[in-house]
């Protein structure tokens, strides 16, 4: 993956780079993760990607980068629980190292639960944007190296463009991408930037199995996990108002209908309508999964294509990887 931060306003597949995301819930060894990013670099990804609770996600990008080259990025560090003056000496020293091959990819983690605000130090009245701001004046100037946002509802979106080098949104279909493009130019329009210096970059969940009843409830599985209200949440949050937007607001009530009745995760897989699974990730066999990631990719500056395993095990991940190789997007 380039540096270079320069970006079109429109994209198309054939200038679409192409990522892997190998997050720690694979439940795979860290030796197998570093397996997979090799395997990406020989296949042509153009970068691999980590989520990351902590500092640690940079680690994993630098053994990576050791092992095969490949630019790497973390999807994301949630910054109020880190200390920010480590991240940002770790993030460039192992960017000066890997050549300027590794962004820094940020987030708010989860500002909206007391009790994560209570065992950070946030005080009740901080806002989400406004940390983040703070958090990225320190950051960007500390890194050397692109810092890119997690951003799904407007203002979030609108500082991506204002204060980053690229912003990561999350189960956005092409709809929303476009979107979330136009917060993006608003916001580094009113900061006297150009809007195309700004890259837009999402996971889309790809899971694959011959198998598809398989592929399906795997994907499902985690949408779950994200789109559902939980308990402690009866409104839901930032995803549960992204779903509202893209129309799924009655498909997800039902839903959550049915799991308060005590209704099982696999009677909620079966229960959930393909229109829902097929507007949020990619699932089935190889050309199946595929062809549904490029449309997902529509409109994206970089996809990373992030495994969802159906089955337990390295050879489970590694389908995905190969069934969307960057060789076979055309």
């Not at 979330?180 to 999402?202: F, K, M, N, S, V």
């Not at 489970?316 to 960057?326: G, I, K, N, T």
Request: glycine share 10%.
């Amino acid at each position: 993956m380039s540096v270079d931060t320069t970006v079109m306003t429109t994209t198309t597949i054939a200038r679409l780079d192409i990522g892997i995301g190998i997050g720690t819930d694979l439940g795979l060894s860290e030796v197998e993760r570093t397996t997979l990013a090799s395997e990406a670099a020989r296949l042509g990804y153009a970068s691999a990607w980590t989520n990351a609770r902590s500092i640690d996600g940079v680690d994993a990008c630098e053994r990576w980068s050791d092992a095969c080259g490949i630019a790497t990025g973390t999807a994301v560090v949630p910054t109020p629980s880190v200390d920010l003056a480590a991240l940002a000496a770790r993030a460039r020293a192992f960017g000066a190292r890997s050549g300027g091959r590794f962004v820094l990819g940020v987030g708010v983690g989860q500002l909206s639960d007391p009790a994560f605000r209570a065992r950070h130090g946030i005080a009740p009245g901080v806002t989400p944007v406004g940390l983040m701001r703070d958090h990225l004046a320190a950051l960007r100037p500390a890194t050397g190296v692109p810092v890119y946002l997690a951003a799904l509802g407007p203002a979030m979106l609108r500082l991506a463009g204002a204060a980053t080098d690229g912003a990561l949104p999350n189960w956005m279909d092409p709809s929303q991408l476009a979107w979330a493009r136009r917060r993006i130019a608003e916001g580094a329009t009113a900061a006297g930037r150009d809007p195309t210096a700004i890259r837009l970059a999402q996971s889309i969940r790809v899971s694959v199995d011959e198998d598809e009843r398989l592929a399906r409830s795997a994907l499902a599985k985690v949408v779950f996990g994200y789109a559902l209200a939980r308990p402690d949440q009866p409104r839901g949050g930032s995803y549960r108002a992204l779903m509202a937007r893209m129309g799924l607001d009655d498909d997800l009530t039902r839903l959550e209908a049915l799991r308060a009745m005590g209704t099982s995760d696999d009677e909620l897989v079966e229960a959930c309508p393909d229109r829902v699974l097929d507007r949020l990730g990619a699932y089935g066999r190889p050309t199946r999964a595929l062809a549904a990631a490029r449309r997902l990719a529509e409109g994206l500056d970089l996809a990373i294509v992030r495994i969802v395993s159906a089955r337990p095990g390295i050879a489970s991940a590694r389908a995905a990887l190969e069934a969307c190789a960057p060789g076979r997007w055309g």
